[in-house]
Every structure is written in structure tokens, then in C-alpha cells.
């Protein structure tokens, strides 16, 4: 025969261990749960940085030979001016022309050594640095192929390359609002929250008794 008073005391006694058992289990179950969900999203986020990496490398790339050919193309006409061939101007860009558009300029140099035109090797600075090098190929390849006189086509690099920077200050100053956005955003609106928001929530929440704290 069971006491009731001893089979409460027991009920008593077994009644928190049976909590902490409960609660231990569910923090078992909740980080094994939060594990697999934190483990799909580090690999979500794996593969599509994957996946973005290249094409985000490719952006940033073809960002840099647009900020750098206007100088590259100073730079020809300033060597040209100096008295230096066409032919051996290239060959400077390909060693001193910002490191981003050097690679276009040695793969003239290269079709050069193997005996193509200079007009047919000049393609090769559309295929390394993309259409940004269109106005330096034509008035070559022009000047080149139909015997044009250079000092026109140096003129017209010139009017390029300053037509080029003007549009990359444009695009800076478009851009500047922007960018200057998220720190206003971010050093302003925790501070409105903390000055404006939170008093008032306080004086709210108190209004409304002791009880609620």
C-alpha cells in the first residue's frame, strides 16, 4: 500500500527533473535542428558565391580598363608626339600602361612578332579590353590601313579620352548620393530610434502601470 503524501512527494520531486530532462531535450532537438538549417545555408551560400565569383571578378575587371584607358590613351599620343612609331607606341603601352590594359597591347605585340598587319593585330585590344578600346582600334586601324595622316587620329584620341573621363566623373557624381545613403542611414537611425522611439515606447509602457516591467 502507496502513501499519497509520499507518492506527491515523489511526484514533487520527479516534477523538475522531468522539466530539466524536457528542456534539455528540446535544446537538443532545437540546435540539431538550427545546425541543419545553418549547415544548408553556408552551402546555399557556398555554391552561389560559386556560381557570382567569376562574373563579379569580370565586372570589377572591365570596370578597371574603363577607368584606366583614358590614360592609356594620353599616354599613346604623348609618346607619338615624342616622335615614336605607332608600331613602337604600342610596344611602350604593353610595359607602361596602367597594369589593367597592358594585356591588350602585348597581344598586339605578339600577333606583330608573328607578321600580321598592324591594322588586322590591333583586333586583338577589342578582344582583351572590350568595346572601351573601340576608338583607339579604328583611328589606328583606319590611319594604318588607308595611309591617313596621324596627327587627325591623335587629335581624336585626345577628344576621347577627355569625352571618356567626363563620362566617369558623371557617373561618379550620379553614383555619390548613393553611396553616401547607407552612412547617413546607418549613423542616423539608431540614433532617432534611441533619442525619439525608446522615450517615447518608456514613457508608454510606464503610463500603463508597474506591472508591466
Same mark, same amino acid.
Given at each position: 500500500h502507496l502513501d499519497p503524501e509520499d507518492v506527491a512527494g515523489r511526484s514533487r520531486?520527479?516534477?523538475?527533473?522531468?522539466?530539466?530532462i524536457g528542456l534539455a531535450i528540446v535544446t537538443i532537438l532545437g540546435a540539431i535542428v538550427i545546425g541543419v538549417f545553418a549547415a544548408l545555408a553556408i552551402l546555399f551560400i557556398r555554391l552561389t558565391w560559386r556560381r557570382l565569383a567569376p562574373a563579379l571578378a569580370e565586372r570589377r575587371r572591365r570596370?578597371?580598363?574603363?577607368r584606366d584607358m583614358p590614360d592609356?590613351?594620353?599616354?599613346?599620343?604623348?609618346?607619338?608626339?615624342?616622335?615614336?612609331?605607332?608600331?613602337?607606341?604600342?610596344?611602350?603601352?604593353?610595359?607602361?600602361?596602367?597594369?589593367?590594359?597592358?594585356?591588350?597591347?602585348?597581344?598586339?605585340i605578339a600577333r606583330l612578332e608573328r607578321?600580321?598587319?598592324?591594322a588586322d593585330? #590591333?583586333?586583338?585590344i577589342?578582344?582583351?579590353?572590350? @568595346? %572601351?578600346? +573601340?576608338?583607339?582600334?579604328?583611328?589606328?586601324?583606319?590611319?594604318?590601313?588607308?595611309?591617313?595622316?596621324?596627327?587627325?587620329?591623335?587629335?581624336?584620341l585626345a577628344a576621347e579620352s577627355r569625352a571618356a573621363r567626363r563620362? #566617369?566623373?558623371?557617373?561618379?557624381?550620379?553614383?555619390? @548620393? %548613393?553611396? +553616401?545613403?547607407?552612412?547617413?542611414?546607418v549613423c542616423t537611425l539608431p540614433s532617432f530610434v534611441l533619442l525619439a522611439i525608446i522615450p517615447a515606447v518608456l514613457a508608454a509602457l510606464s503610463s500603463l502601470g508597474g506591472n508591466t516591467w
Open positions: 520531486h520527479a516534477s523538475p527533473r522531468r522539466r530539466r570596370a578597371q580598363i574603363e592609356a590613351l594620353d599616354l599613346f599620343v604623348l609618346i607619338v608626339h615624342a616622335g615614336v612609331t605607332p608600331r613602337h607606341a604600342i610596344g611602350q603601352l604593353a610595359e607602361r600602361a596602367p597594369p589593367s590594359v597592358r594585356v591588350g597591347f602585348a597581344a598586339v607578321g600580321e598587319p598592324l593585330a #590591333l583586333r586583338a577589342d578582344e582583351e579590353l572590350g @568595346p %572601351v578600346a +573601340l576608338a583607339l582600334t579604328d583611328a589606328l586601324g583606319a590611319a594604318d590601313r588607308y595611309g591617313l595622316p596621324l596627327e587627325p587620329v591623335l587629335q581624336q563620362r #566617369l566623373d558623371e557617373a561618379a557624381a550620379r553614383a555619390l @548620393p %548613393v553611396k +553616401l545613403s547607407f552612412p547617413l542611414v
